[in-house]
């Protein structure tokens, strides 16, 4: 038996799921109750055909999974956004800003793609380029007057971190991407966990 969640699926009048895709089948929506009391509506299939949906495992805590669905969407979709820019930005020419600047130096925006999955921050965060060409990701909270940002060095391992809050001293950082005090400033900045 396998169980799928029911988010605004289409029912018929007698409260059976319609079938998507060409697919004729029908399956009664359950309620299902887990032990810690959140409940929700799942569909039971007795007959699961691979290709028309994906399985989850039986029980499902319904409210759990979703809320920490929506935050691995929105995650990935923030990701995917930043991702597309970077490369955006990669194909930039020399003084794409008329005023001199760089043109985007590739080992620097291939180390920041490569870091952008490890972000794991309630911080708002955008992509950009300095003046010399190196991708730099920023971080700003506004409620809190908090600022950070990693700018990834031409030599795709050396990045340079800053970070200031009010009521504390700003303070700045370089070394290697994946060194214990690079890690430990980003984690102490809440960057990544």
Same mark, same amino acid.
């Given at each position: 038996?396998?169980?799928l969640? !029911?988010?605004?699926? @289409?029912t018929?009048?007698? %409260?059976?799921?319609i079938?998507?895709?060409g697919? /004729? +089948?029908?399956?009664?929506?359950?309620?299902?109750?887990d032990?810690?009391?959140?409940?929700?509506?799942?569909?039971?299939?007795?007959?699961?055909?691979?290709?028309r949906?994906?399985?989850?495992?039986?029980?499902?805590?319904?409210k759990?999974?979703?809320?920490?669905?929506a935050?691995?969407?929105?995650?990935?979709?923030?990701?995917?956004?930043?991702?597309?820019?970077?490369?955006? !930005?990669?194909r930039? @020419?020399?003084?794409?800003? %008329?005023e001199?600047?760089?043109?985007?130096?590739? /080992? +620097?925006?291939d180390?920041?793609?490569?870091?952008?999955?490890?972000?794991k921050?309630?911080?708002?965060?955008?992509?950009?380029?300095?003046?010399?060409?190196?991708?730099?990701?920023?971080?700003?909270?506004?409620?809190t007057?908090?600022?950070?940002?990693?700018t990834f060095?031409?030599d795709?391992?050396?990045?340079e971190?800053?970070?200031?809050?009010?009521?504390?001293?700003?303070t700045?950082?370089?070394?290697?991407?994946?060194?214990?005090?690079?890690?430990?400033?980003?984690?102490?900045?809440?960057?990544?966990?």
């Amino acid at each position: 038996m396998y169980a799928l969640n !029911l988010i605004d699926a @289409p029912t018929d009048r007698s %409260g059976y799921l319609i079938g998507t895709r060409g697919n /004729r +089948s029908t399956f009664r929506p359950r309620h299902v109750k887990d032990g810690s009391g959140d409940q929700g509506q799942v569909i039971v299939l007795d007959r699961f055909r691979p290709g028309r949906a994906s399985p989850l495992d039986t029980p499902i805590n319904v409210k759990q999974e979703t809320h920490k669905s929506a935050e691995v969407d929105r995650a990935r979709a923030q990701t995917a956004r930043l991702t597309a820019r970077l490369r955006m !930005l990669k194909r930039l @020419p020399y003084n794409h800003d %008329g005023e001199g600047a760089a043109a985007p130096i590739p /080992r +620097s925006v291939d180390a920041a793609l490569a870091f952008l999955p490890n972000i794991k921050t309630a911080m708002a965060y955008g992509v950009t380029l300095d003046d010399d060409g190196n991708a730099v990701v920023e971080f700003e909270d506004r409620a809190t007057g908090s600022f950070a940002d990693i700018t990834f060095c031409a030599d795709a391992h050396s990045v340079e971190c800053y970070r200031r809050s009010v009521g504390r001293p700003s303070t700045a950082m370089c070394g290697v991407i994946n060194s214990k005090e690079v890690l430990d400033f980003l984690r102490e900045a809440g960057i990544i966990a």
